[in-house]
């Protein structure tokens, strides 16, 4: 144990050196594909199981149990099937992530009241800009909701897979900071993870706070 | 057969198919077979190394789970039943809940040293703040008037708690207790992935190492399904109690 001071120092050091730049941008780069490949995956095979009803009846215990499944445990396979590095890492969080997502963009898309069908039937718009111009929008607090969840999942596939085996990254840092009795650097990068995480869910739950209010939604 | 099982099975039929054309494919060096992995999987079952690992896990998931539901219902009720403490606490469950406790483990290895109570320990940082979410939230939804009622009929607060809040509140805490569990066998199974020295999570890190297709497959399926068994049992018994109340 150190003191919070000397953590703070020892970030504080790590951050001026530059010597963790790579492991840092490592994390953000593959976070942030893995996040979109969530969010825009999930997002068109939740739109696409809401159209297709008898489909999405079938999946639907899939879904709901996904989470109850240590999905983490999958990761050794797909560093089999990827190799240890970057896509290995992407796919986990990925994989983390998109559930969420498709089960919050059927939540959303459910939710959209009817009189908004109707008038996208009477504008006589394509199913696709139906579903881009009216339902994206009015879906929007339930979508932001899936977002937060699967920026949340996916850093935690991630971190969890640089943890266990990587090449590089913050988890990746942490990790061998603990192996290597190199408390201050552990401590540091540690801490500057948890900033991270905690900045990106404050300011994705002020987002979600706001739009639920504008919509008066719960 | 109703219309929902044949759903599931088609499901599963479909899994299996794209499992043994993914292994046509790609080849026994990345996919091992689905029949090669279910009979790989009746081996491990038979052995005593599989079981000697299965006990340190199962030993582990059911003291963090024990620990972490009776942490997670005081807490929950703590704060559910002050309101300030409540408003307070929210935002700060909800973001802990939300870091990857996976960074945690280091500390956890360091306070507690590379044992079972670390294991436990991890698992109970994962499984608590669910389920003390969720306790907070349904003690807080219970009607206003049954606990006016309670304070009429001059309950103490224990026979307050176990005869009126107790009751209203199950359905809503055994979700809680449902995603409680399942993310403590994550945390245990994650905890065993980065450094232990037995169990099942520790067996499958061993066959990544040396690059063992089929018991990482086998061990995978396995784990999968006593994860489903887990929260199918569960599943019943929630819709159960829901029926009841």
Redesign the interface.
Known sequence: ?IPPTEIAGALWHILVSGKANNDIAFTVVNTSAAIALSIVLGFWLGAALHALPRAR???E??LS?Y???????????L???FGVGRSSLIAMGAMFGIVAMIVNTMTGLDRVPAVIAKTAIVMRLSPLRRLLLLRLPAAAPHLVTGIKLAV?YS??GI??GE???ATAGI?KR??F??QDFD?RT?YGM?LL??IL??AV??AL?HWEKRLHHRFGQQ | MKPQKYDALVLAAGFLVSWEILYLLVGADVVSAPAATLSRAVTLLRGRNFWNDAASTGIAFGYACIIGIAGGLLLGLALGLHRFAGDVADPILGTVYSIPKITLYPIILLIFGLSLTAKIAFGVIHGIFPVAIFTMNAVRNVAPVHRRTARTLRLSPVATVVMVLAPAAIPEILSGIRIGIAVTLLGILIAELFASSSGIGFALIRATEIHNVVDIFALTLLLFLFAVAINTLLHIAERRVRHDA
Do not use: H, K
Not at chain 1, 67 to 77: G, K, N, R
């Open positions: 144990m009846r079938a999946f215990p899939l149990a989470y109850a499944v240590p999905v983490f445990i999958f990761y050794p396979v560093i089999v099937a949340a850093v935690i971190v969890a943890f266990i085996l988890g942490i990790a900071g603990y408390n552990m540690l993870l948890l995480v905690m869910n404050g739950s």
